[in-house]
C-alpha cells in the first residue's frame, strides 16, 4: 500500500513540475524602448467639408459636324461647350484652296458662255 500512496502523490506534483516547465516562453528578442511623443491641445474648429468625385460627363444633345468643302483647317473660332448659333462661323479653312476652287469655276463659266456665243453665230 505504501507504494500506492507514493504513487498517487508523486504523479500529481510531477504532472505540475512537467506543465509549469512547459508554461515557461523561450526567451525571445528584447523589447523596444518605449518612443518619445507630443501632446497637443485639442480646439474647436469648425470643419471645411470637401468631396471629391471622380465621373464622366455626357452632353444630352450632341452634333455631327461634316463640312461643305475640304480644306486646311487654319483657325477654330469656339471653344469646346461654347453654345453657337444656326450660321455662327466654327473654323476657317485655307483660303488658297477655296481661291483656286473659285478661280476654276469661274473658268469654266466664262469658257461656256464663250461657247454659247460661239454657237448662236453659227
Excluded: H
Excluded at 474647436?44 to 468643302?69: A, F, H, N, W
Excluded at 483657325?75 to 479653312?93: D, F
Aim: net charge positive; aromatic share 4%.
Amino acid at each position: 500500500m505504501r507504494t500506492q500512496v507514493w504513487w498517487t502523490r508523486a504523479f500529481p506534483l510531477s504532472l505540475l513540475l512537467g506543465l509549469g516547465a512547459c508554461a515557461q516562453r523561450p526567451a525571445g528578442p528584447p523589447a523596444f524602448p518605449p518612443l518619445p511623443v507630443q501632446l497637443q491641445v485639442v480646439t474647436l474648429q469648425p470643419l471645411q467639408e470637401v468631396t471629391d468625385y471622380i465621373g464622366r460627363l455626357e452632353s444630352r444633345k450632341s452634333v455631327v459636324l461634316k463640312p461643305k468643302q475640304e480644306g486646311q483647317v487654319t483657325a477654330i473660332a469656339v471653344q469646346p461647350g461654347q453654345g453657337v448659333k444656326a450660321g455662327a462661323t466654327l473654323v476657317q479653312l485655307e483660303p488658297d484652296r477655296q481661291q483656286a476652287v473659285v478661280t476654276n469655276s469661274q473658268a469654266l463659266v466664262a469658257a461656256n458662255q464663250a461657247n454659247v456665243q460661239t454657237a448662236r453665230q453659227t
